[in-house]
């Protein structure tokens, strides 16, 4: 039972480069959400996407895309990395964006900018 | 703007020694409260509070709720090097599946 998975788990970028973090979950799960953690800011909501077709902003959306491909995967972008983007990002999912119950986290991907 | 903040963010302790880890907040259109745990990777789930005055309770662990103080307190009684960890308090709001995570506060237990 894989619940949500990201990959990859681990990535060092140059400035300027892109890359795209991959978000996938098996539950049947309606919403889906990224996350960024840095020390000392608990987790921080980048963009989520309420159902299939529909995304919207977060606390901290510049300089992030997402893509919700299907009702299984969410995939988030950077085009153009930064050294403030360095941080571990998670992907969760919930049933339904009335949100009666908890987030289903993957385990992180550790992104490092130099 | 929405706030959640948890204190202290910081603590050490020994085994057997009993915690209060609080979380206020500052939120519009209050729906919920949750507890996580965060070892080495993903939070995993502890609470969610709804309704103030109502203890909820899992083993060595229990938390309440109080919407007139805008708080919430997670009790670990008896801690055990198992114990350390981040724990993050959430908000969610109201028709919304967002929630506003605290800082979190990092509980090292030493044996």
């Known amino acids: 039972n894989a619940g949500v998975t990201q990959t990859p788990k681990f990535q060092v970028l140059k400035t300027g480069q892109s890359m795209t973090l991959q978000c996938a979950q098996d539950m049947n799960h309606n919403s889906m959400y990224w996350y960024r953690q840095d020390p000392g800011m608990g987790l921080r909501l980048i963009y989520y996407?309420?159902?299939?077709?529909?995304?919207d902003k977060g606390e901290v959306p510049n300089g992030y895309n997402v893509s919700r491909l299907n009702k299984r995967e969410f995939s988030l972008r950077l085009e153009s990395a930064a050294p403030s983007q360095t941080s571990v990002y998670f992907c969760?999912?919930?049933?339904?964006?009335?949100?009666?119950?908890?987030?289903?986290f993957g385990e992180g991907s550790r992104l490092t900018v130099l | 703007e929405d706030k959640v903040v948890q204190s202290p963010l910081s603590l050490v302790v020994h085994e057997g020694d009993t915690v209060t880890l609080n979380c206020s907040y500052e939120v519009t259109n209050f729906r919920s409260l949750l507890w996580y745990k965060q070892e080495k990777k993903a939070p995993t789930f502890l609470f969610m509070l709804t309704s103030s005055g109502i203890e909820k309770k899992s083993g060595r662990l229990s938390s309440i709720l109080d919407k007139k103080e805008l708080s919430s307190i997670l009790n670990i009684t008896a801690t055990q090097t198992g114990d350390s960890a981040i724990y993050l308090c959430a908000v969610g709001k109201v028709n919304t599946g967002k929630l506003i995570f605290g800082q979190g506060t990092t509980l090292q237990v030493k044996p």
């Open positions: 969760a999912s919930s049933e339904n964006e009335g949100f009666t119950g908890e987030l289903f």
């Open positions: 996407s309420a159902s299939e077709g529909t995304t």
